[in-house]
């Protein structure tokens, strides 16, 4: 497998970026591991088990940067990977030709020689969200990761 090369000497500052402040919600550090209840578990609505806190925080434009940003180095890309499939809430559409060209675009991206998709989730702001095998989702409520080094693996294939 080849590796993508870290790109270097990227130095973005605000001046070069448009920017804006943003309230965004976090989950505050705690002694027990934070965790959340789908409505496939509790029936009805999700149950979170964790406070959170609303910080301000600047968000910049990364897009004059695409060509500069690497996994490897930033942890993102930004890539434009338009997609031929028409509607994103076909579940057939999903699993075939879109999988597919996920697939694509993460070998073409890493190098891999195989990739993998285990999960999805639609998300919505319609009132009722998106449906999901686990329920209805709707835009995030909170900053989040879905995926540790120790979740993700286990899920897969």
Known sequence: MNAPTPKENLTPTSQDLDQI???LTFIVPQDSKPYFESSALTGGAPKTF???????????????LADDLSVDA?????RNYPTAVEDLYD??????PYEAELIALLKEATGADKVVVFDYTRRSDAEAGAANPDGLRGPAGRVHADYTPLSGPPAGP
């Open 91 to 96: 579940d057939a559409a999903i699993s075939g």
């Open 50 to 64: 964790f406070k959170t806190e609303d910080l301000c925080v600047d968000i910049n434009d990364m897009r004059p």
């Open 74 to 78: 930033q942890g993102f890309e930004l």
């Open 21 to 23: 402040q943003a309230s």
